[in-house]
C-alpha cells in the first residue's frame, strides 16, 4: 500500500495575519483518505512561499508519523509522495 499527501496554505488567511495549513493522506490502494488536518500557523509568515514550506513541514512530519505506523503493522516500507501547489517551492 502507498500512501500519497497533499499539502496547501492560505496565506495570510487571518485576521491576525498566520496563515493556515492543510493536508490531506490517502491511500493509493483504496483512495480513502487516512489522515487530514487543518490549523492555523504559529507564526505569521513573510510570504505565500514561506506559507508554503510551513504547511510542508506539517505534512511532511504527518508523512514519517504514517510510513512508521504502516512499516510497524504490516512492514509498509514504500516512499510517501506529498504533492504541493506552488512552483516557486520545486526550483
Known sequence: MQITGFSDSDWGGSSDRKSISGYVFKSSSSSSLISWKSKKQNIVALSSCEAEYIALTYA???GIFLKQL??????????????????????
Do not use: N, R, S
Open 60 to 62: 511532511v512530519q504527518e
Open 70 to 91: 504502516l512499516c510497524d503493522m504490516d512492514g509498509y516500507d514504500e516512499p510517501a509522495g506529498i504533492f504541493v501547489d506552488k512552483e516557486v517551492l520545486l526550483t
